[in-house]
Structures are given as structure tokens and as C-alpha cells.
């Protein structure tokens, strides 16, 4: 990260300060390359395990097809790429969409799709056709990432709650011996918490969109790979209630522009971590909140499957209204408050310290 740093900051690829943004120095934010080279070295390390060290344990039962591998690098790179082009260059919405919508595709068609749905009612499980299973594949992966570069405002947000989201697919595809999924969410928790004493509050460098795009892409393949590909009736609820934060985040704020007839695209302050720090919380215990709320609901997730099959349902849908609730209680679903925003400004109001976080990355 040193390096990477000394790179942004000699070609100038830093944010800098003004408009959306509120920290105060230009900080550079390609710490997606960081994140990027260390799943990278973790790769090439289990390659050399197994083909040159005889490893027979863990890693090579958990070793991928030729296939696999080529549609998780291609992915991969073509993502990366979209975020880094964006960081430096500030791509049009469709550009980016375009790019990602490539990456989720390449993943598609090379071998790793939701080839059926798990049957919630019990029976035989809802076989899908090629052109649909594509179709759910590609909305699917281009969906998670961008709830994760969506949650991607303020200092170790983002990492933080990917380790803590590739923590519990790690031990469910485990459980499921999914070995392969395992493997790569394994890859994800060490990025992040490489990354993450660089990025928490505050800041030395931020993840960019190449970052945050790249570790909701991953873990979109990974809750596909190691848990919708099993047969269990809650195969598709349990990843969603792991990152079940985000996802509400991101909907809340679709929600939001809808109702204030602005663009769904346009930037706004009344995401999740905007409403907590108008409580009077600080960007760490802002942060660590949010990581304690993530946290509680991939415990919950992972809690569910040892139920009774009878009340598994049930128990997923506590879980959610608990968690609409509380973002409901938030406000998350209001009209966000820019225009007061931009009085407070005018009038340096004394509430204006209030409003506005302290160093965050937007």
C-alpha cells in the first residue's frame, strides 16, 4: 500500500477535496490495486501448494476447473479494469454499467450461472433455462457490486463489512463443502483486513471504485458459488441476509430520488452512514456500528440453517423486518435533506458541523 500510494499520488489518481466529497487533502484512491495484488499473490500461493509442494489437504480439495478459473480471472480483470478507468477518468453511468455488465457475463458464460432455484416449498427445485440462468447471473453479480461501491462513503466502511460478509460465506460454504468458494472468501477476509489499516479513519488512501467494485463482484461469486448452489430451500435468502445492510442501503436510496424525483443515480447525504452521524456519533463509532449491525446479521444468517426446517422461513423474516425497522427508524426511506444541505452552507448555520462528517470518503 506504501507503494501504491507514493504511484497515485505521482499521477496524481487522488480524490480531491470538494463537492460530495468532505475530506480535507487530496488522498489517493487506487487502494483497489492493493486489494486486487494481495487476492492475486493468494491465488498464484494455493497454485504453488498444490502443483509444486504436494499439498493434499485443504487446498486441493478445493481446487477449481481450468473453466472456472478463466471466468473468475476474466471477470475479475474486466471489473478491476471498469473501476480503475472510472477512478481516473470519471466514466458516463452507461460506460460503467456496460463494463460491469461485461464482467458479470464473461462469469456467466465461461461455467459459474444460478442454474435453478431452490424449491422454498419443498418438491424439486426450479430448473432455469440458459438464456434466464444468464439473465439472473449477470443482474445478480452487477447488483452486488454496486451495493458494495454504493456503501463505499466513509473510511473502512466497505472492507470492513466484505470481511465481514466473506467471514460467514466462508464458513457456510465450508459446511456445504463448498470448498472452492471457501477458498476465495478466504482470499477476500485477508485483503480486506490487509487493506483495512490504511483505510480505517482516517484514511491514508482510499479503495476507489476499483476497489469497492471488485469486492462486490467477488463476493457476489462467492454467495453463488458456495451457498444458491446448493439444493436447501434457504440457499437464496441467507447471502442477501448477510449483506442484507447494503442491499437496504442502496434501496432506500433508489427509494429516496424516486420520491424526490431526482435522478437514481444522482449523489445524495442520507445514506445510512449520514443518518447515523446526525445522532451525534463520530466516523468511527459510526463505522464500528454499522460493522456491529453487519456482524449480528451474518451471525443470524448462519444461526438460521441450524433451525428447525419448519421455522427457518420464519426466522429469515424476523430477521429482515428487524432490520427494515431500524432502517425505517433511521429515515432512511425520507427525502434526503440536500437542499437544507446546501442552506445550512449558505447560512453557516451552527448545525452545520452537525450535518457534515468528519474526514469521510465522499
Not at 427445485?125 to 443482474?139: R, W, Y
Not at 433508489?254 to 443515480?265: D, L
Not at 423486518?321 to 435533506?337: N, Q, S, Y
Not at 448545525?351 to 469521510?360: E, M, R, T
Request: aromatic content about 8%; proline content about 4%.
Amino acid at each position: 500500500m506504501p507503494i501504491i500510494r507514493k504511484i497515485a499520488c505521482r499521477y496524481d489518481i487522488v480524490a480531491h477535496p470538494g463537492g460530495r466529497r468532505i475530506h480535507k487533502i487530496p488522498t489517493p484512491e487506487i487502494g483497489g490495486m492493493g486489494i486486487l495484488f494481495g487476492i492475486v499473490v493468494a491465488g498464484l500461493a494455493q497454485f504453488a501448494f498444490e502443483h509444486f509442494l504436494g499439498w493434499s489437504g485443504f487446498l486441493s480439495d478445493a481446487r477449481l476447473s481450468a473453466l472456472n478459473i478463466s471466468a473468475i480471472a476474466g471477470g475479475t480483470f474486466v471489473i478491476y479494469l471498469t473501476g480503475l478507468v472510472d477512478d481516473i477518468v470519471d466514466l458516463s453511468p452507461g460506460v460503467k454499467l456496460a463494463g460491469q455488465t461485461a464482467a458479470a457475463t464473461i462469469v456467466a458464460l465461461w461455467g459459474i450461472s444460478i442454474d435453478f432455484l431452490p424449491n422454498p416449498f419443498g418438491g424439486p427445485n426450479l430448473g432455469l433455462d440458459p438464456v434466464l440462468s444468464t439473465i439472473l447471473t449477470v443482474f445478480y453479480l452487477v447488483a452486488f457490486a454496486n451495493i458494495t461501491n454504493l456503501i463505499d462513503g466513509m473510511d473502512g466502511l466497505a472492507a470492513g463489512i466484505t470481511a465481514i460478509a466473506a467471514t460467514s460465506l466462508m464458513f457456510l460454504a465450508t459446511d456445504v463443502n463448498q470448498l472452492s468458494a471457501a477458498l476465495i472468501a478466504a482470499m477476500l477476509v485477508g485483503a480486506c483486513l490487509g487493506f483495512l489499516p490504511y483505510n480505517f479513519n482516517p484514511a491514508s488512501i482510499f479503495m476507489g471504485d476499483q476497489g469497492a467494485l471488485l469486492l462486490g463482484f467477488l463476493l457476489g461469486i462467492v454467495s453463488m458459488m458456495g451457498v444458491m448452489k446448493t439444493t436447501a430451500a434457504i440457499a437464496l435468502a441467507v447471502p442477501l441476509l448477510i449483506v442484507a445492510v447494503p442491499i437496504l442501503d442502496t434501496l432506500s436510496a433508489i427509494i429516496r430520488r424516486i420520491r424526490g424525483k431526482r435522478s437514481i443515480q444522482s449523489a445524495d447525504k442520507g445514506h445510512l452512514h449520514h443518518r447515523l452521524m446526525r445522532t451525534g456519533l463520530s466516523v468511527r463509532q459510526t463505522v464500528l456500528v454499522v460493522y456491529l449491525w453487519s456482524a449480528l446479521l451474518a451471525v443470524g444468517a448462519y444461526a438460521v440453517r441450524a433451525t428447525p426446517t419448519t421455522v427457518r422461513g420464519l426466522a429469515l423474516v424476523a430477521l429482515l423486518i428487524v432490520t427494515a425497522l431500524i432502517a425505517w427508524m433511521l429515515g432512511l426511506f425520507k427525502v434526503a435533506d440536500h437542499g437544507q444541505d446546501n442552506k445550512v452552507k449558505s447560512k453557516k448555520s451552527k448545525n452545520a458541523a452537525k450535518i457534515s462528517p468528519q474526514d469521510s470518503e465522499e
